[in-house]
């Protein structure tokens, strides 16, 4: 069984420019979360969609992140304009869906804003 | 506001020792709780889940206890190797389905 995708896995870029990250979760996987991960730092919860719907944002700085996860299957995030403390790992995770908790976590994307 | 927190936050062992990481929460209703691998550069390997209900589960030279009424859960291994050094972190779900709230981790090192 394939794991959960991610890419890019690296991407530099300079303050206020725009990124976007994407995911494509296990086969069958109904719900997918967003997780930032800072150097040194366990990772935080950004989004978390079941199917194509939002279940929970509260942790996401909606003023330059976006996401969105069309069809309830690939997901992106989005950031714009990036600030240099979004500088960290942006992992993605998906679980078979709400009564199943396990979930499983993608490679992650390194973003570094400089 | 639930808060993990591991202790140590760095662990330098010789190979073939028995060793204890550790994870505590405050907010004991939890609906389980989940230990991570992750090496560097790399996302995160599940290594174990627990349900509230359990109070412990293993899994080859692993073995996680939870006590929820506590805060507390501890992850053993026994007789490590150097293939062992990773980071590892706890997380714990507040309801099935939700999200995860991790520690910070511990750092392993296990030297041959």
């Known amino acids: 069984e394939a794991g959960v995708a991610q890419s890019p896995r690296y991407k530099i870029i300079e303050k206020r420019q725009s990124v976007a990250f994407w995911c494509n979760p296990i086969?069958?996987?109904?719900?997918l979360y967003w997780y930032q991960q800072i150097l040194g730092q366990g990772p935080k919860l950004l989004i978390q969609?079941?199917?194509?719907?939002?279940?929970?944002d509260s942790q996401l700085p909606k003023d330059r992140f976006s996401a969105e996860r069309l069809k309830g299957v690939d997901s992106t995030l989005k950031i714009q304009p990036a600030k240099l403390e979004d500088s960290a790992v942006y992992l993605c995770?998906?679980?078979?869906?709400?009564?199943?908790?396990?979930?499983?976590f993608g490679p992650g994307t390194r973003l570094t804003v400089l | 506001k639930q808060e993990v927190t591991q202790i140590p936050a760095a662990l330098s062992v010789p190979e073939g020792e028995n060793l204890v990481l550790n994870c505590s929460f405050t907010?004991?209703?939890?609906?389980?709780l989940q230990w991570f691998r992750q090496d560097p550069g790399k996302g995160l390997t599940s290594l174990l889940l627990?349900?509230?209900?359990?109070r412990e589960q293993t899994s080859g030279r692993l073995n996680a206890s939870l006590d929820k009424s506590s805060g507390r859960s501890t992850l053993y291994i026994a007789a490590s190797q150097p293939g062992d050094s990773a980071t590892y972190l706890c997380?714990?779900?507040?309801?099935?389905?939700?999200?995860?709230?991790f520690g910070e981790g511990t750092q392993l090192t296990v030297n041959p």
């Open positions: 995770a998906s679980s078979q869906g709400l009564s199943v908790n396990e979930q499983f």
């Open positions: 086969s069958g996987h109904a719900t």
């Open positions: 969609f079941q199917n194509n719907g939002v279940v929970d």
């Open positions: 907010d004991s209703a939890i609906y389980n």
């Open positions: 627990i349900q509230s209900s359990q």
């Open positions: 997380a714990v779900a507040r309801t099935s389905g939700s999200r995860l709230t």
